[in-house]
T-cell receptor, first 112, second 111 residues
Framework: DAGVIQSPRHEVTEMGQEVTLRCKPISGHNSLFWYRQTMMRGLELLIYFNNNVPIDDSGMPEDRFSAKMPNASFSTLKIQPSEPRDSAVYFC??????????FGEGSRLTVL | GENVEQHPSTLSVQEGDSAVIKCTYSDSASNYFPWYKQELGKGPQLIIDIRSNVGEKKDQRIAVTLNKTAKHFSLHITETQPEDSAVYFCARRFDDYKLSFGAGTTVTVRA
């Protein structure tokens, strides 16, 4: 099993640029989560999809953030325009029903 | 509320000694309490979990205890080894799918 696959692993960009993070969940999993990890706030849930439908986006910081899941094997998290305070590690995770949550290795974003 | 309080924030132990991390919560509706281990540059990985109808669960050198009345749960690592050095997160599930994570404990095992 390849696990949850995220890309890019590292992204350095300048303030104002668009950032797109990508995720491929584990095959067969029906739930997908995007988390953000920072020293100050720890692990925060940004958005939750079930069967490709966004169920809870209450954790999305503001309108600059958007997420899509066009099919069961792909999701994107987009930040436009990016700001230095968006610098963090973004994790994608997936599971099947209430089962174990599997995390990807994360995308480290640095906005200069 | 949704928060989980985790203590201590850092823990240094001698190899072979035990490590204990404690978490408390306030929402009595929580029924699932996982523990995650995060190594440098990697995503969190589930190491053990416990459900609310169980008081204790063990897996080799790792054990978790749950006191639902007092609303706290603990992770116990016995006979610690250098590879146990990592950041450990407790969590609780609420609203059927959301996990609320503790702030993490950085464990360092001294050789």
């Amino acid at each position: 099993d390849a696990g949850v696959i995220q890309s890019p692993r590292h992204e350095v960009t300048e303030m104002g640029q668009e950032v797109t993070l990508r995720c491929k969940p584990i095959s067969g999993h029906n739930s997908l989560f995007w988390y953000r990890q920072t020293m100050m706030r720890g692990l925060e849930l940004l958005i939750y999809f079930n069967n490709n439908v966004p169920i809870d986006d209450s954790g999305m910081p503001e309108d600059r953030f958007s997420a899509k899941m066009p099919n069961a094997s792909f999701s994107t998290l987009k930040i436009q325009p990016s700001e230095p305070r968006d610098s963090a590690v973004y994790f994608c995770a997936s599971n099947l029903g209430p089962g174990e949550l599997f995390f990807g290795e994360g995308s480290r974003l640095t906005v200069l | 509320g949704e928060n989980v309080e985790q203590h201590p924030s850092t823990l240094s132990v001698q190899e072979g000694d035990s490590a204990v991390i404690k978490c408390t919560y306030s929402d009595s509706a929580s029924n699932y309490f996982p523990w995650y281990k995060q190594e440098l540059g990697k995503g969190p990985q589930l190491i053990i979990d416990i459900r609310s109808n169980v008081g204790e669960k063990k897996d080799q050198r790792i054990a978790v205890t749950l006191n639902k009345t007092a609303k706290h749960f603990s992770l116990h690592i016995t006979e610690t080894q250098p590879e146990d050095s990592a950041v450990y997160f407790c969590a609780r599930r609420f609203d059927d799918y959301k996990l609320s994570f503790g702030a993490g404990t950085t464990v360092t095992v001294r050789a």
